[in-house]
């Protein structure tokens, strides 16, 4: 895990802390901050250590949440109180708690990164469609997408229209399940992409797709074609091809993994499928010479 820099708020306790072994601030900041990543259903306790722990843990408690049908986590009255922590959404169903409590993503305003990875046959579709102009008012930088609804595209289409593509110049990532050939008339939309990840298992050929983006996004840097057949949700690794297919732009990387554990991974700071996409293009650019054999 890389080293986390101290927060600011850290030398206003440090009378807190001097109760603790005799470690310097730093170190004792690193040790808690590993004991989080590597027992996080413990966080509770670590909380109650001192309140230079709590100052130092509670942003990276919420720094990443995820909100299922099925699961009320946080519960609403926290998040309204820790909601300005929140960079990193995993969005995948409609909490009951949310519905009856009246709590909205606004509570949330510093988001970045939002996945909306959900099935279209989940009873609570509507429900999850109705957040998005929420969404939209975000400051993402990332955005996922399991499927490209109809009523999906409409939304962004309207956005798009509404705030002369605002929302979208920021975006530098996007990965989307399943593209259609109606969602690669999107790309344009997005004049900032650099890195671009979709599901091999699209009814759309899928060089066709890479031909779309490539010619579309010029500001491309990674193409990423995922397979999704790993063995081991924690395993994330490249592939020489697409079967026969040989992809001639080194910034098409052709990789397996579960997206769900790579965005989680990514979400906490740690390598996931982009980090590793973009490490291979980087040595492919070193035994090219630097040069992208280009889409035309």
């Not at 004991?35 to 109650?48: D, E, F, I, Q, Y």
């Not at 990164?113 to 102009?133: C, E, G, K, M, R």
């Not at 499927?147 to 705030?163: C, G």
């Not at 110049?169 to 671009?196: D, E, M, R, Y």
């Amino acid at each position: 895990m890389a080293t986390q820099a101290l927060p600011d708020s850290a030398g206003a306790f440090n009378d807190d802390v001097r109760a603790l072994p005799g470690l310097p601030v730093e170190i004792l900041y690193e040790i808690f901050v590993m004991a989080l990543h590597k027992h996080p259903k413990g966080s509770t306790n670590l909380l109650l250590v001192s309140r230079n722990v709590l100052e130092w843990l509670i942003p990276l408690i919420y720094k990443v949440i995820v909100l299922e049908s099925g699961i009320a986590y946080p519960p609403p009255e926290v998040l309204k109180l820790h909601g300005h922590h929140v960079k990193n959404i995993w969005f995948s169903g409609y909490p009951p708690s949310f519905a009856n409590d009246g709590t909205t993503l606004k509570v949330c305003p510093n988001v970045t990164n939002f996945a909306l990875w959900y099935d279209p046959d989940d009873s609570t579709t509507h429900q999850i469609l109705s957040v998005l102009p929420e969404v939209f008012d975000l400051p993402l930088k990332r955005l996922s997408i399991y499927t490209l609804s109809d009523e999906l595209e409409r939304q962004i289409q309207d956005v798009e229209n509404q705030k002369s593509k605002s929302w979208c110049s920021n975006i530098t990532h996007v990965a989307w399940g399943a593209v259609t050939p109606s969602a690669c008339a999107l790309f344009p939309s997005f004049p900032n992409l650099s890195h671009f990840l979709f599901g091999d298992w699209c009814s759309m050929e899928t060089q066709a797709i890479v031909d779309e983006v490539l010619n579309n996004c010029p500001t491309l840097e990674v193409v990423i074609v995922l397979l999704g057949t790993a063995q081991s949700e924690s395993e994330f690794f490249v592939l020489a091809s697409l079967g026969d297919v040989v992809f001639e732009d080194v910034r098409v990387v052709v990789a397996n993994g579960y997206f769900t554990a790579s965005w989680t991974s990514g979400a906490r700071g740690e390598d996931d499928l982009w980090v590793i996409a973009e490490r291979t293009v980087k040595d492919r650019r070193k035994q090219n010479g630097g040069i992208v054999v280009p889409y035309h």
